[in-house]
């Protein structure tokens, strides 16, 4: 019996994402399929398997990945989904305890990878904005003291296009940015014990 | 050739101990549980990044042979084996150094 969830989780919550994954293999619904928020559970044995998942350095269809998903294979931990950069792992709960890293450096390395994907798309956010606020003073010069052009009613203008978009940009920055928060912390966090320990 | 004096990581150290015979990377893992009886647990993505840069370094070659035709196998080399002489040494003189200075302190 196959059952269908759609569920959304941001790029940081991906340890809830894990957890919510291994409540369900709990339950005996264990996930074979994924993609953004929709995912494919099989009945099965309750608890059989346990889900990691991890964010590769490239797709999974690139050599580098292929090679270390045929490593991974051979120590037991199968592919059930992937979404863009992110494969859902999975081995079997008899086989001991599933971790996809053991130390410190690569746990720190992970969390650098998440993160690089907000800072990516908040520098891409930041270039837009950059763009309209241009966009705006070049249609209307006197946006910052310059002669007004003839003929053209900058208010409407503003709240009609320019403000909007800068407003929907920014909270999309803002969010962007909180989302990352509990993965900047961790990594901070992992990077203090390494101070001390491997 | 000199290896900077540096220590080696936990994975490092098992690995190399593991690989004095051709091994797969499942193996390592049972052999590094094993030795250490039980705490030290390789993970596969942690295995795998030390044993990338181990390839790299020339401290590991990949293992010529049947076997190796399903599994992937790796072995030690004789840079591999030196690091792995001086890097006992070092840790030789930690224990020395702990025991002389806690000696009948604790």
């Not at chain 1, 044995?45 to 990691?52: A, H, M, S």
């Not at chain 2, 936990?10 to 039980?38: D, F």
Request: aromatic share 8%; charged share 25%.
């Amino acid at each position: 019996m196959r059952h269908v969830v759609y569920k959304c989780f941001t790029i940081g919550a991906y340890e809830k994402e894990e957890k919510w994954l291994n409540e369900m293999s709990a339950r005996g619904l264990h996930l074979i399929a994924a993609s953004a928020i929709r995912y494919e559970f099989e009945e099965g044995v309750r608890g059989e398997y346990v889900y990691r998942l991890e964010l590769l350095e490239y797709l999974p269809s690139h050599p580098e990945s292929a090679a270390y998903l045929r490593f991974l294979e051979e120590t037991g931990v199968e592919q059930v989904a992937s979404y863009l950069r992110w494969v859902y792992l999975r081995r079997k709960a008899g086989e001991g305890e599933f971790e996809i890293y053991s130390d410190l450096d690569s746990k720190i390395a992970h969390c650098k990878r998440v993160v690089a994907i907000a800072t990516g798309v908040s520098v891409l956010l930041c270039i837009t904005i950059a763009t309209q606020l241009i966009a705006a003073v070049l249609q209307y010069p006197e946006l910052i003291g310059g002669p007004v052009k003839a003929g053209k009613m900058l208010l409407p203008y503003l709240f009609s296009v320019t403000i909007p978009a800068l407003a929907v940009l920014a909270a999309t920055l803002v969010f962007v940015q909180v989302i990352i928060i509990p993965v900047r912390r961790a990594s901070k966090r992992l990077a203090a014990q390494k101070k001390i320990m491997e | 050739m000199g290896y900077e004096n540096g220590a080696l990581t936990e994975a490092v150290y098992y690995i190399l101990l593991s690989l004095l015979e051709p091994l797969h990377g499942y193996g390592i893992m049972q052999n590094a549980e094993r030795l250490s009886g039980g705490r030290v647990r390789l993970a596969a993505g942690t295995l795998y990044g030390a044993l990338t840069a181990l390839l790299e370094r020339g401290w590991i070659c990949a293992a010529q042979g049947e076997a190796s035709l399903r599994k992937k196998e790796y072995v030690i080399t004789e840079q591999g084996r030196q690091a792995l002489r001086e890097e006992l040494a070092r840790l030789r003189e930690l224990v020395r150094s702990g025991e002389t200075v806690m000696e009948g302190r604790i």
